[in-house]
C-alpha cells in the first residue's frame, strides 16, 4: 500500500508538471509572436520600401520608449568633436635638439660666436613651444577642429601643466622659416641681416618634432565625453500610427520602425489572464484523460506524456515558424498543424477516439491565445482535430490508411471552408488559405505514419497494431508456451477468445483483454507438468504437500509477470498477468491442506492465497471471470447452455464475494452482459457435433 501511494505521489507530480509545461509552452509562443518587435516589424522591414505608396497602416503594437538613434549618435558626434586632440611633448626629441646644435656648435664651419648664441636662444623657443609634424597638423584642420591640447610641457614651472592652443600658432616646417627670421630681426644689434640664411640653416639643422599626438588620452578622454550624453529618446503609444495607408513611405518612418523592432518588450501582467485560462484548460484536459482511460484499460499518464510531448514540439515548430518567416505574415494560426496532428496521434495510439476528441479542445484551448486568432478560432480547432480524430482507421484493411488520408484532409478542406465564408475573407485568401489546410493536414497524416511505430516502441503502447502483433504474429513467449505447455496454449486461445467477445459487449477494450487472455499463464512455461491441463494421468501433486502445490501455482503469476516485462510487452498487458487471480484464494490446496493437517498443525490461510491485487480494470476483471470459468467448463460432462449458465453466474458470484471485483468498475449490468456473452461463447465452443457413421458399418 505505501508502495502504491509512493506512485500515485511520483504521477501527481508529473501530471503537475505536465500541465505547469504546456501552460508555459502556449502562453510563451503566444508571449515570444505578439511581443517579439523583430518578427512583428520584420515583414514590414522587407516589404515597405521608402517613396512608395504604404497599402495598409502600420501601428505600433506595445507602448514603448525608444532610443532616436540618429540624434544620439549626432550629440555624441558633437560632444567627441568638443574635445580637443591632446598633443604630448617627447623629451628624449627636445633633447636631441639640444644634442645637435651641441655637435653643430663645435664644428669649426660656424665661427660667428653671435649665430651660435642666437640660434641657442632661439632652439630653447621652439623646444619650449612644441616643434610639430605639418602632416599631424594638416589632419587636425580637415577635421575642423583647430584646437588641440598639449599636455606634459618640458621646463614649465607648474607640474603636469597643458594648455589649449590653435592649430594655426603651432610650429611646423610649413612655418618655421618664417618664425626663425622673426626672432632673428629681434636681436639685430647682434647678427645683421646678412647672416640670417647662416643662422636659418644652423637652427634647422637641430629642429626635430618633439610634440606627438597622444592617441591613447585623446580617445580616453573623447569616449568618456560621450558617454555622459544623455539619450535622445522619444516615446511611443501602442495603436499610435506610424505610417497612414495611401501615404509616400518616407525614410523617416522606415527607421522609426527599425528603431521599434530593436525595442523589443512586453508587460507579463497582461498576459495573467491567458496563464490562467490556459491552466484551466489543461487540468480539464488531463482529468479527462483521466476518466476516459481509467474506464478504457489503459494508463493514462503515458498518455498524457504522448499529448505533452507532442503538444510542446509542435507549439515550439509553430512559433519558430512564425518568427523565422515573419515576412511570409504567417502566425502561429496559420502554421499549427498541432490542430489536427496530436489529436490524430493520440487516437491512433490510444484507440480512443474521445482522447483525440478532448485532445482538440485542448489545442483549441492553446490556439486562442495566439497571434492571428479570433472568436472562431477555438471552435475551428475543436472541429478540425475531432473530425480528423474521427476519421482514424484502425488498419482492419489495406484501404483504411489511404480512406483515412483523404477524408482527414476533405474535411478538414470542408470544416475551413465554413469558416472562412463566415469571415467573408475574399476569394484569393481563401484559396490561400485552403492549400495551407490541404498541405497541414497531408502532412500531419504523413508524420503519423512514421511516428506511429516509433512511438509506440519508444513508450512500450498498446495501440491496435501492437496487440494484433502480439496475437497473430509468431511471438516468441506463445511459441514456447506452446511448445512447453500445449493444454496451457489450447486454454489461453479458449479464454481469450471469451474475453474478447466479453469485451467488446460491455465497451471496454477488446483488444487489450483478448491479448491479455492470450499471454496470461505464459508463467506456466516453467512447471507446466504441474497444472492438470498440461498432465495426461499422472499428477505431480499427488507427490508433494498441499503447502508446496500452492506455492508452485501461485509462482506462476509472479513467474509470467517477469516473463512479459522482460518481453517489453504493454503494461496493460502485463497488469493482466501479474492480476488475473487477485488476492484471491488457491481453493483446492487450502481444502486438502485442512482435510490432512494434524491436531497440533494450523493451516493459514495465506499459504495459499495469490500475491496480488484484485483487477484494476474492467479487461483484468473479463480476463480472470474468463480464465475461471473456461477451466471449470471443462470439467462438465455433457455440456449444455443451462449448465453453463449455472456455471458462469457462480463463478461471477463468488468473484463478487470474496471482493475480487471491488475495483474494476464493472456494475451488475456489466456482469449480467458478461456472462451472457460468455454463455453464448461457450455454447458455440461446445457445440453439439453430428455423429458421422464409421465406415465399416457402412459395408
Not at 518481453?567 to 490432512?596: C, K, M, S, T
Request: aromatic letters at 10%.
Amino acid at each position: 500500500m505505501k508502495k502504491n501511494n509512493q506512485n500515485t505521489n511520483k504521477s501527481y507530480l508529473i501530471v503537475f508538471l505536465c500541465i505547469i509545461l504546456l501552460t508555459a509552452a502556449s502562453v510563451g509562443s503566444a508571449i515570444m509572436i505578439s511581443t517579439n518587435t523583430t518578427a512583428i516589424y520584420n515583414r514590414y522591414l522587407n516589404t515597405l520600401k521608402s517613396g512608395y505608396i504604404a497599402d495598409e497602416t502600420v501601428y505600433v503594437y506595445s507602448t514603448v520608449d525608444i532610443i532616436d538613434a540618429k540624434a544620439t549618435a549626432e550629440l555624441k558626434n558633437q560632444a567627441a568633436l568638443s574635445i580637443p586632440t591632446v598633443f604630448s611633448f617627447n623629451v628624449a626629441n627636445s633633447e636631441k635638439m639640444l644634442y645637435n646644435y651641441e655637435y653643430l656648435s663645435s664644428q669649426n664651419e660656424v665661427t660667428n660666436q653671435n649665430i651660435i648664441s642666437v640660434a641657442y636662444e632661439i632652439l630653447s623657443e621652439i623646444i619650449k613651444q612644441g616643434y610639430f609634424d605639418e602632416i599631424e597638423l594638416s589632419q587636425m584642420k580637415l577635421l575642423e577642429n583647430n584646437k588641440i591640447l598639449i599636455i606634459n610641457i618640458p621646463y614649465d614651472v607648474y607640474a603636469n601643466s597643458q594648455r589649449v592652443v590653435d592649430t594655426d600658432s603651432l610650429l611646423s616646417s610649413s612655418n618655421i622659416d618664417q618664425y626663425i627670421l622673426e626672432q632673428a630681426a629681434k636681436y639685430s644689434d647682434i647678427i645683421s641681416p646678412s647672416n640670417y640664411k647662416e643662422l636659418l640653416t644652423f637652427v634647422k639643422y637641430c629642429l626635430v618634432v618633439n610634440v606627438f599626438e597622444d592617441t591613447v588620452i585623446t580617445t580616453y578622454r573623447r569616449d568618456l565625453a560621450m558617454s555622459q550624453v544623455e539619450p535622445v529618446v522619444e516615446s511611443y503609444t501602442k495603436g499610435e500610427v506610424i505610417i497612414p495607408v495611401d501615404t509616400v513611405i518616407t525614410e523617416n518612418e522606415i527607421d522609426v520602425i527599425r528603431s521599434l523592432a530593436d525595442s523589443s518588450k512586453f508587460d507579463i501582467r497582461e498576459y495573467w489572464g491567458q496563464g490562467i485560462f490556459c491552466l484551466a484548460g489543461f487540468i480539464a484536459t488531463v482529468l479527462g484523460f483521466y476518466f476516459v482511460a481509467r474506464h478504457s484499460g489503459i494508463h493514462y499518464m503515458t498518455y498524457i506524456g504522448v499529448f505533452t510531448v507532442s503538444t510542446l514540439l509542435v507549439i515550439g515548430v509553430a512559433t519558430y515558424l512564425s518568427l523565422k518567416f515573419s515576412y511570409l505574415e504567417l502566425n502561429s494560426t496559420e502554421v499549427f498543424f498541432a490542430v489536427c496532428f496530436v489529436p490524430m496521434l493520440v487516437t491512433a495510439l490510444s484507440s480512443k477516439k474521445s482522447l483525440g476528441f478532448i485532445s482538440a479542445a485542448a489545442i483549441g484551448i492553446a490556439m486562442v491565445i495566439s497571434p492571428g486568432a479570433n472568436v472562431y478560432t477555438f471552435f475551428y480547432a475543436v472541429s478540425v482535430g475531432s473530425f480528423c480524430s474521427y476519421t482514424i482507421r484502425f488498419m482492419n484493411r489495406r484501404l483504411d490508411s489511404l480512406l483515412q488520408f483523404f477524408l482527414s484532409i476533405a474535411g478538414s478542406v470542408m470544416i475551413t471552408t465554413f469558416c472562412i465564408v463566415i469571415e467573408a475573407s475574399s476569394i484569393p485568401d481563401m484559396m490561400d488559405i485552403l492549400v495551407i489546410t490541404a498541405a497541414r493536414t497531408a502532412l500531419s497524416n504523413l508524420i503519423l505514419f512514421g511516428a506511429i511505430p516509433v512511438l509506440e516502441k519508444v513508450f512500450n503502447l498498446p495501440t491496435v497494431f501492437r496487440l494484433h502483433e502480439l496475437a497473430y504474429t509468431d511471438s516468441p513467449l506463445l511459441v514456447r508456451l506452446a511448445k512447453a505447455a500445449p493444454g496451457t496454449y489450447s486454454h489461453s486461445r479458449s479464454v481469450a477468445e471469451l474475453a474478447q467477445e466479453a469485451a467488446a459487449k460491455v465497451g471496454a477494450n477488446y483488444g487489450i483483454a483478448m491479448v491479455g487472455g492470450l499471454y496470461h499463464d505464459i508463467g506456466k512455461t516453467d512447471h507446466p507438468e504441474y497444472f492438470v491441463e498440461n498432465q495426461s494421468g499422472n499428477n505431480k501433486h499427488d507427490e508433494i504437500n498441499p503447502t508446496l502445490s500452492a506455492s508452485i501455482i501461485r509462482n506462476h503469476v509472479k513467474s509470467g509477470a517477469d516473463k512479459a516485462r522482460e518481453a517489453r510487452l504493454p503494461a496493460e498487458i502485463i497488469d493482466i498477468i501479474a492480476n488475473h487471480h487477485g488476492n484471491d484464494v488457491i481453493r483446492y490446496f487450502l481444502h486438502e491442506a485442512n482435510e490432512n493437517k494434524g491436531k497440533n498443525r494450523i493451516v493459514e490461510e495465506s499459504d495459499f492465497r495469490y500475491n496480488a491485487e484484485p483487477p484494476s480494470t474492467k479487461e483484468c476483471a473479463i480476463v480472470m471471470i474468463a480464465d475461471s470459468v473456461e477451466a471449470a467448463a471443462r470439467t462438465i460432462n455433457d455440456p449444455t447452455p443451462a449448465k453453463f449458465s449455472k456455471l458462469i453466474r457462480a463463478i461471477i458470484l463468488s468473484k463478487v464475494e470474496h471482493h475480487q471485483l471491488d475495483n474494476c468498475n464493472l456494475s451488475m449490468k456489466d456482469l449480467n452482459i458478461i456472462s451472457e456473452s460468455l454463455l453464448k461463447t461457450l455454447t458455440a465452443q461446445y457445440h453439439a457435433r453430428i455423429e458421422y457413421p464409421d465406415e465399416e458399418n457402412k459395408k
